[in-house]
Each structure stands twice: as C-alpha cells, then as structure tokens.
C-alpha cells in the first residue's frame, strides 16, 4: 500500500470541525485502495481521504472531483455523492451515505444477477458518455494512452508476477502478450468513471439492484471502451454483452467496442493482481484470480 496512512483522529478532528452534530458517531474505517481510505461516521456520513502525499496535489486532485460530481449529478441516472464538506489540503471530501452497498462485497451472491446489474451500467455509461467534452475538458484529464502502451504495460507487469499468475491462464495470457492489441480508438474521447470496478457500485443487498456509483476521483475523457472492460472484468462476458445491448451500441460500433474491452479487461485484471499482492490482501487477490480467469476465457 502505498502513500500516507490516515489516523482515525484526523478523522475525528475533520468530523468535530465541519459536521459537529455527528461528533458523538461512531467512526469506523470501511475500505481502503491504492489512492484513498474511507471511513463512516454513523449510519449518517462518508469521509474519504486521498492518500496521496503533499497538500497541493490532495487539493488539486479533490477540488476537481468536487467539480465533476456537480456536473454528473443533475445527469446521472444512478445517485453520486453530494458533497457535505471538503478539506481540499487533506484530500478529505464528506457525503451523506448513500443507499446499498459496493457490489465487491457481494461479489459471489451477485452472480445471478450480473446480466441486470450491467444492463444498468450500460444505460449510465450512456449518460456520461453523452456529456459533451469541452463540458468538462478543463475539469478532466485525457487518458489518451494508446493499446500498444497498455499490452506494453501488461508485459512489465507479467514479469513481474511471473509464477503468480494462476497455471490456468498463463497460456492464454501468452498468447496475448504475442498478439497486436486491437486499433485505437478513432473518434473524440468521451468523459466516463474511468474505474468502474465493481468497488465502486452499489447494489441493494437484498434484490442487487444498482443504488449509486462512488469515488469519482478517476473521472477522465478517455476510450469508451474503458469502463465497459471493467464490466468484463468483474462480471464476465455475458455481462459485457448486456452492457453494450442497454448502451445501444450498434455494428459495427458494437464489435470494435466489445473487442477493446476484453483487451482492457485483460490489462486491468493483471494490474489488479499486481496491486492486490503488494498490499498482502488475501480478499483482494483472491477476486483478482477469479477477475484474471474471467477475462482470460475464451
């Protein structure tokens, strides 16, 4: 895990100066990844620290997303965090908890349910993809990096896994390290998520529909291939054609689509293996298999 850690009394001292009627809540820490530590406060709050160091870069970073939530809000189809209070040198952004919980947590039980739950992301990646660009291209960054520079990517990350990777992928996994990735996207890049994983869903526990999408700190114009990967990723092929279907993605769109989204599933499920085995985290590398296998199947 990389970055600083974030103390439980930092926490507290960000609640007793900017939410003092939830002083008296109860903090627990609820998840944490590469890039920030989250915490709730109560049934009631979420505070969410950027772990990154140095105030200016914190700042930046959490001022811009702050930006792209008031943009999406009145557009999203799905509910985003509505900012409470931000502390930009910490990094710190607080909103009102938000219905459901992240589908990661749920990972097995949602199986049946995958075919509606992307149907659902489909409908919302149409909605973000729809912004258009100059709306937000002095908010958001442009992730224009090509699909030769992702598989040369993979390639580093693969050596650096070596005889981590499950036996049951590895030739397949060869095989496409050895294979030309597919064309780059052709047209405008489009403002999406940018890292729709399913820790960023939330679903009702009870019926697994889609409640809200979290952690918006990633949001870019980038290929709208991209997000659709991470469907592929984390709920599998069938899943990925019931995105693109509710997108209404058509020919050919729909096969140059569907193509550059396996190619990036594959990508980021070895990224998420590399990740999740420098933090020691036995859950994490355990949905990462279980990622790199899907994303690898015929």
């Not at 989250?38 to 930006?67: C, H, M, N, S, W």
């Not at 749920?106 to 993809?129: K, S, V």
């Not at 958001?140 to 981590?164: E, S």
Request: proline fraction near 8%; aromatic fraction near 6%.
């Amino acid at each position: 895990m990389t970055g600083r850690r974030i103390a439980l009394a930092t926490v507290h001292a960000a609640v007793d100066a900017h939410a003092p009627d939830l002083r008296d809540a109860a903090i627990v820490a609820i998840g944490e990844g590469q890039d920030n530590a989250a915490f709730a406060v109560g049934d009631a709050l979420i505070v969410r620290f950027a772990k990154a160091r140095g105030p200016a870069r914190r700042a930046a970073r959490i001022e811009r997303e702050v930006r792209v939530l008031s943009i999406v809000a009145p557009i999203a189809p799905l509910a985003v965090p509505q900012p409470r209070f931000v502390i930009p040198e910490e990094g710190a952004l607080a909103y009102a908890t938000l219905p459901g919980e992240p589908l990661a947590a749920h990972r097995d039980a949602a199986h049946p349910y995958a075919i509606a739950i992307a149907a659902t992301l489909g409908r919302f990646l149409r909605a973000l993809h729809d912004v258009p660009p100059a709306t937000v291209a002095d908010i958001v960054p442009t992730d224009d990096d090509t699909p030769k520079q992702w598989r040369n990517d993979a390639a580093r990350i693969c050596r650096r896994l070596g005889t981590a990777i499950p036996v049951t992928c590895r030739a397949a996994v060869d095989v496409f390290l050895h294979t030309d990735p597919p064309p780059r996207h052709e047209g405008e890049p489009v403002f999406s998520h940018n890292d729709l994983g399913i820790e960023h869903v939330l679903v009702d526990p009870a019926t697994f529909a889609v409640t809200g999408i979290i952690d918006w700190s990633d949001a870019a114009l980038c290929d709208p291939a991209y997000d659709f990967g991470l469907i592929d990723r984390d709920l599998g092929r069938a899943a990925l054609t019931a995105a693109l279907a509710a997108y209404g993605a058509t020919a050919p769109d729909a096969q140059t689509l569907f193509t550059r989204a396996i190619f990036y599933a594959r990508c980021s499920a070895l990224e998420d293996l590399i990740d999740a085995l420098e933090a020691s985290d036995p859950m994490r590398i355990d949905g990462a298999n279980a990622a790199l296998t899907r994303a690898f199947a015929p």
